[in-house]
Nanobody, 127 residues
Framework: QVRLAESGGGLVQAGGSLRLSCAASGRTFSYAMGWFRRPPGKEREFVAA?????????YYSDSVKGRFTISRDGAKDTVYLQMNSLKPEDTAVYYC????????????????????WGQGTQVTVSS
């Protein structure tokens, strides 16, 4: 069993920054990890993903590319999402998730490709 716990959300003004953390208990080293978000009244959407192990490959949605950075620390079993230049439209509940299959090399843009999810952390960006 894998448990994921997000933290680091909060209220920030537009243009500000936040760093989200996703602490994992259980096996995650061999699995790619992803961040998704659910804006108010909308479906959950892909934000970013990082490959297994050292995290040499990263993937981003067009809406966050150039502003957000995903990374992972294998020693701490933690995945991060550094969010800069935040916009009001970034307001959402942010979730981290683990891929279903180990050693995958494709990006993982879809929810069904993930099996374990955290409870989410709220990010609110004021204008």
């Amino acid at each position: 069993q894998v448990r994921l716990a997000e933290s680091g959300g909060g209220l920030v003004q537009a243009g500000g920054s936040l760093r989200l953390s996703c602490a994992a208990s259980g096996r995650t080293f061999s699995y790619a990890m992803g961040w998704f978000r659910r804006p108010p009244g909308k479906e959950r959407e892909f934000v970013a993903a990082i490959s297994w192990g050292g995290g040499g490959n990263t993937y981003y949605s067009d809406s966050v590319k150039g502003r957000f950075t995903i990374s992972r620390d294998g020693a701490k079993d933690t995945v991060y999402l550094q969010m800069n230049s935040l916009k009001p439209e970034d307001t959402a509940v942010y979730y981290c998730a683990r891929r279903k299959t180990a050693w995958t090399t494709d990006p993982g843009y879809l929810e069904y490709e993930y099996d374990f999810w955290g409870q989410g952390t709220q990010v609110t960006v004021s204008s």
